[in-house]
């Protein structure tokens, strides 16, 4: 088990591109999760998927966000004509559901995105 | 919005010391989680509560889990510079498919010095 694996680790931009990151969950786990965290703040929710299906969204994603998680493994963030407001820590998380009504998210280390 | 308030949001002791953390909710949540986040990482789960009035050790770290499952506090015996971190809490409720959705709290940074 190598835990959750995410790349770039940091990622600098300038305003108006189009940047990607993926998530490569812990093998098994069916379920992943996008989270974003600005300085000083816990982390917010973005998206949800279960295997395949992006089963919800938050409305902190735009239109300008989208994510994918093609095979039901891995995954990818990709933010279009990216803004200033769009610095943060991205955060991915993945877990079984094993547990029943709780669940514990395994996080991965994150991708540092700055934007100029 | 956040719907979980830390206090104190920043907290510089001295090794050796005890110190609290509060989280305070205005929602009723399925479950209450505390993680600890160093610099350039992710979260690390420490502990989940779920009933309230519940309370949990680990090592010199102790939860609780309020009556009516709204706040929680995380008590730290004798820190040691190895606790330094920002602690958050979480509350977990359930959405779409079977997943949890974390919503968390505004954290609180804490710094042990020798």
């Known amino acids: 088990d190598t835990g959750v694996s995410q790349d770039p680790r940091h990622k600098i931009t300038k305003r108006g591109q189009n940047v990607t990151f993926r998530c490569d969950p812990i093998?098994?786990?069916?379920?992943l999760y996008w989270y974003r965290q600005t300085l000083g703040q816990g982390p917010e929710f973005l998206t949800y998927?279960?295997?395949?299906?992006?089963?919800?969204k938050s409305r902190l994603l735009s239109d300008r966000f989208s994510a994918e998680r093609p095979k039901g493994s891995f995954s990818t963030l990709e933010i279009q004509r990216t803004e200033q407001g769009d610095s943060a820590m991205y955060l991915c998380?993945?877990?079984?559901?094993?547990?029943?009504?709780?669940?514990?998210?395994?996080f991965g280390p994150g991708t540092r995105l700055t934007v100029l | 919005t956040q719907l979980l308030e830390q206090s104190p949001q920043f907290l510089s002791i001295q090794e050796g010391e005890n110190l609290t953390v509060y989280c305070n909710s205005s929602s009723v949540f399925s479950s209450l989680q505390w993680y600890r986040q160093e610099p350039g990482e992710g979260p690390v789960l420490l502990v989940t509560v779920v009933t309230g009035g519940e309370v949990k050790k680990l090592k010199r770290l102790t939860f609780q889990f309020g009556d009516a499952r709204k706040d929680s506090s995380l008590h730290i015996t004798a820190a040691q510079p190895g606790d330094t971190g920002l602690y958050l809490c979480a509350g977990e409720r359930g959405i779409t498919g079977g997943g949890n959705k974390l919503t968390f709290g505004t954290g609180t940074q804490l710094k042990v010095e020798l």
């Open positions: 998380a993945s877990s079984s559901g094993a547990q029943g009504w709780t669940d514990t998210q395994y």
């Open positions: 998927f279960q295997n395949e299906a992006q089963l919800e």
């Open positions: 093998s098994e786990h069916n379920r």
